[in-house]
């Protein structure tokens, strides 16, 4: 019989039962949608935002009518999956010819008492300086590290629904600079006063951009808190999220973690002297990931490493999730050089199992139970698992016995 290396790609996936199957198709049904971005042309497709259209069509037409590459544009219309399958209505942004027209185009969008305003990373240099697009595009990396909200500047209070009284103006500070100033009432209040919100615009060689955002406390606050800019309170969140990468970075190479600093650790268990990690091509934020891949062995040594890049094919990853009246049991399966791997958690048993199956012509080769419980092992969060990686499938008990 042939030396195994026992090299499992050890994965909870209890949010597969949830998560949509990786080669399963977008809802093929319109949608409508309403977006904001930088027009990115190209030969075949072209994009705005997050969403694509083709270069040709019925959309490029009412888009590349209106806004041409590089032009900040809001578009309607409606959707299939991430693809602009109709455009209604396409209307170019033009040039911020005063300090107080980038602030008029933003609070153009909170009317009737609603509204969002978004733009997503690589366009917000259309909106603000380079400096301070930078720390929203780190201070949304960071949120999502924390898995709590974004610090970057909001542009109403989270708890101001009913806004009136809308004023905005600015004061020239000198030449190239301004002082913008937004006031509202929210009339959820019992005799609402203004909330005050000022803006350091700054004139760029592609119009005015805003440079700094600072909240004024409200009115009578008791004690009124320390002002602080965006920036500082960006800065935080910022610092906050890099020493969370830290730690957790710590705490998978203290785990004997195979993943590098950087990657995305999914999963990682011993037994028998190795350690058996998962990794992603990023952190679970990075979505889609664009590889997966299984480390058997110690840091000094890997034994077998097994990498996947889509779903469907040869060597992709299989998954499955059922849960039992003490907790969940999943697996994984893929195959690699004629043997068949399953690795599974069973949270179900008692003590709970984690380990791995190794098959060749449907005859059990090992079975290898992993140190350390459900706890040690398994992500936190199965929902942020890679799902453009593993496919769903329906549960099978007999493949973890």
């Not at 989270?158 to 806004?163: F, K």
């Not at 034994?303 to 094919?313: D, F, P």
Request: hydrophobic residues 35%; glycine residues 8%.
């Amino acid at each position: 019989m042939p030396r195994i290396a026992i090299a499992p790609y050890v994965v909870v996936v209890a949010g597969l039962a949830t998560l949509p199957a990786a080669h399963a198709k977008p809802d093929q049904g319109p949608a409508p949608f309403s977006t904001i971005g930088v027009i990115r042309y190209g030969m075949n497709d072209s994009s705005i935002g997050k969403l694509m259209f083709l270069s040709s069509g019925q959309p490029a037409d009412r888009i590349l009518s209106v806004c041409k590459d590089g032009d900040l544009c809001e578009v309607s219309g409606t959707t299939r999956g991430e693809e602009i399958a109709k455009v209604a209505k396409a209307v170019r942004v033009g040039r911020f010819g005063d300090p107080a027209a980038p602030l008029r185009w933003v609070y153009s969008h909170y009317r009737d008492d609603k509204g969002s305003f978004w733009l997503e990373d690589d366009d917000l240099e259309a909106l603000f300086t380079p400096r301070m697009a930078a720390l929203v595009v780190k201070t949304r990396r960071a949120a999502e590290i924390l898995e709590e909200e974004t610090a970057e500047p909001s542009w109403i209070g989270s708890q101001d629904w009913l806004i009136r009284d809308l004023k905005i103006d600015a004061q020239d500070q000198g030449p190239g600079r301004a002082v913008g100033t937004m006031t509202y009432r929210n009339m959820i209040e019992q005799n609402p006063k203004p909330h005050t919100t000022r803006f350091d615009m700054v004139l760029t060689d592609a119009g005015w951009r805003i440079d700094e955002v600072r909240t004024q406390p409200d009115p009578g606050e008791k004690p009124p808190r320390p002002l602080k800019t965006g920036s500082e309170v960006m800065k935080q969140q910022i610092a906050e999220g890099e020493q969370a990468k830290r730690d957790k970075a710590a705490k998978a190479n203290a785990s004997g973690s195979l993943c590098s600093f950087g990657e995305g650790a999914i999963f990682t268990c011993s037994a028998k002297g190795k350690q058996f990690s998962i990794c992603t091509s990023g952190q679970t934020h990075e979505l889609p990931h664009q590889w997966i891949e299984y480390r058997a062995g110690t840091p000094d040594k890997l034994e077998l490493v097994h990498r996947s890049t889509k779903v469907g094919g040869f060597g992709s990853f299989y998954g499955a999730y059922e849960l039992y009246p003490k907790g969940e049991v999943s697996y994984v399966r893929f195959s690699r050089d004629g043997y068949d791997y399953t690795a599974f958690s069973d949270e179900n048993s008692r003590p709970q199992r984690t380990g791995v199956l190794v098959r060749k012509d449907g005859r059990s080769v090992a079975r290898i139970m992993c140190s350390g419980g459900q706890d040690d092992a398994m992500p936190k969060d199965a929902a942020k698992m890679p799902s453009n990686m593993i496919l769903a499938v329906p549960f099978d008990a007999d493949q973890i016995e």
